[in-house]
Every structure is written in structure tokens, then in C-alpha cells.
């Protein structure tokens, strides 16, 4: 018998004394070999065995900053199983070196505040490391921060204080975080974090992308429009 007869067995006894077996599943290369190894975690807390959990604590948390994102991300899309645990340290990862482990942290961090793992005031107390990640060398997670950037206005994770450090993006020499922040800029003035007037002031480095021949160029034209 393995783990995924076990749990359609619903072999509680069997789980617990291959738990190290299980756990393995959690890290694995493969998805459906992560999903049977989740499924029997929630099965034995929802079973009462807890306790038989406990002393892996670290090992689980560990999982939230695999290398692997596959198995990152499985980790954090259980963070329920980290609030029954009580698992502490958590909040590390928002501050980690890697951009990956970072934004695996921040993309789950309205999460983190509504299970109560991570107070809000504590998050806040972090925001300085959420930067990085609007100028990451990661296209993909340079554009998902910015987006995420604008929920993180609204729930009052940032806020006017920090629209100084914001401007700066406004004219970032990497014409390609400069474009996402004046896109978003115009998100922002419906948030309140910042003015028409302000944008309008600083035009001339959104006129500056029209100079260039990329997609960029036909963004910032479109931009100024709107602005004028």
C-alpha cells in the first residue's frame, strides 16, 4: 500500500506511521505526487492528528521557499494548514534575498493578514523590500508586482508616505519599469495615493519613452494623451 491507497482507504494509521513518506510527496518534481501529499496532510488534521504534524513544523515551512515554484507554490496555496500549526517565521520570506521567494511571499500576502499569520502592521513595517521586486531582472514577476502593487495601495499596505520613493519609478532609467509605473500611475490617482497634477509634472519622463522605437514608445503616446 502507498500513501494515495492509503488515503482513499482512509488508513489513518498507515498515514501516521509513513508520515516521513508523505512528506516527501510535498516536495516532489511532480504535481499529482504534491497534491496527493496535501491531500493527506488535510486529512489527518481534519481526522484530529494534529499533534502527529507538530514536530514537522519547519519542515513545512521550509517548503514555502523551495527552490522548485511548483512546490512554493502548492505550499502557499495551503496556508491554512501553517495557521493550524502555529507555524512561526513565516513572515521571513517577504524579506528574502530571491525575488522568486519573495514574490511568492507578497503574492500571497492579503492572505497572510486575513488567516491572522502575519499582522498587518508588521507587513507594513516590510513594504521597503517589496520595491525590489517593481525593478526585477523577472519580467514576469516585475509586471505582477506592479499589478499587485495597486490592491496593496488600496488595502493600506503603502500609502501617501511612500509616494516620493514611488515617483522615483515615474523616472527610472530602465525604460521598462519607467512604462509599468506610469501605467499604473493612473490606477493610483483613483486610489488617492497620488494627483493628476503630480503626473502632469513630471511628463517630460514619459515624453522622453516616446524617443524610442519599442512598444514602449506607443504606450507612453497613449499615456500622454490621456494625460493631456
Given at each position: 500500500?502507498?500513501?494515495?491507497?492509503?488515503?482513499e482507504r482512509?488508513?489513518?494509521?498507515?498515514?501516521?506511521?509513513?508520515?516521513?513518506?508523505?512528506?516527501?510527496?510535498?516536495?516532489?518534481?511532480d504535481?499529482?505526487?504534491?497534491?496527493?501529499?496535501?491531500?493527506a496532510?488535510?486529512?489527518?488534521?481534519?481526522?484530529?492528528?494534529?499533534?502527529?504534524?507538530?514536530?514537522?513544523?519547519?519542515?513545512?515551512?521550509?517548503?514555502?521557499?523551495?527552490?522548485?515554484?511548483?512546490v512554493?507554490d502548492?505550499?502557499?496555496?495551503?496556508?491554512?494548514?501553517?495557521?493550524?500549526?502555529?507555524?512561526?517565521?513565516?513572515?521571513?520570506?517577504?524579506?528574502?534575498?530571491?525575488?522568486?521567494?519573495?514574490?511568492?511571499?507578497?503574492?500571497?500576502?492579503?492572505?497572510?493578514i486575513?488567516?491572522?499569520i502575519?499582522?498587518?502592521?508588521?507587513i507594513?513595517?516590510?513594504?521597503y523590500?517589496?520595491?525590489?521586486?517593481?525593478?526585477?531582472?523577472?519580467?514576469?514577476?516585475?509586471?505582477?508586482?506592479?499589478r499587485?502593487?495597486?490592491?496593496?495601495?488600496?488595502?493600506?499596505?503603502?500609502?501617501?508616505s511612500d509616494?516620493?520613493?514611488?515617483s522615483?519609478?515615474?523616472?527610472?532609467?530602465?525604460?521598462?519599469?519607467?512604462?509599468?509605473a506610469?501605467?499604473?500611475?493612473f490606477m493610483?490617482?483613483?486610489?488617492?495615493?497620488?494627483?493628476l497634477d503630480?503626473?502632469?509634472?513630471?511628463?517630460?519622463?514619459?515624453?522622453?519613452?516616446?524617443?524610442?522605437?519599442?512598444k514602449v514608445?506607443?504606450?507612453a503616446?497613449?499615456?500622454?494623451?490621456?494625460?493631456?
Amino acid at each position: 500500500m502507498n500513501i494515495k491507497n492509503a488515503l482513499e482507504r482512509k488508513d489513518v494509521k498507515y498515514l501516521i506511521r509513513n508520515i516521513r513518506s508523505l512528506l516527501n510527496l510535498l516536495k516532489s518534481k511532480d504535481g499529482l505526487e504534491r497534491e496527493v501529499g496535501w491531500k493527506a496532510i488535510d486529512f489527518l488534521i481534519e481526522t484530529g492528528n494534529v499533534n502527529e504534524l507538530e514536530q514537522y513544523r519547519n519542515y513545512l515551512r521550509s517548503l514555502l521557499w523551495h527552490r522548485l515554484q511548483g512546490v512554493r507554490d502548492d505550499a502557499w496555496k495551503h496556508l491554512h494548514v501553517y495557521k493550524i500549526l502555529q507555524t512561526k517565521g513565516i513572515e521571513r520570506a517577504l524579506t528574502a534575498q530571491s525575488d522568486k521567494i519573495k514574490w511568492s511571499a507578497w503574492s500571497n500576502v492579503l492572505k497572510l493578514i486575513q488567516l491572522e499569520i502575519v499582522p498587518k502592521e508588521h507587513i507594513r513595517s516590510t513594504r521597503y523590500a517589496y520595491w525590489r521586486l517593481l525593478r526585477s531582472i523577472y519580467p514576469t514577476i516585475r509586471k505582477k508586482a506592479w499589478r499587485l502593487f495597486v490592491k496593496l495601495v488600496h488595502e493600506g499596505i503603502f500609502d501617501s508616505s511612500d509616494k516620493d520613493r514611488f515617483s522615483e519609478f515615474l523616472k527610472s532609467k530602465k525604460a521598462n519599469v519607467r512604462i509599468l509605473a506610469w501605467r499604473i500611475a493612473f490606477m493610483l490617482v483613483k486610489e488617492n495615493f497620488i494627483s493628476l497634477d503630480e503626473l502632469k509634472a513630471n511628463i517630460r519622463y514619459l515624453e522622453e519613452l516616446t524617443m524610442q522605437q519599442s512598444k514602449v514608445k506607443k504606450v507612453a503616446e497613449k499615456l500622454i494623451k490621456e494625460l493631456t
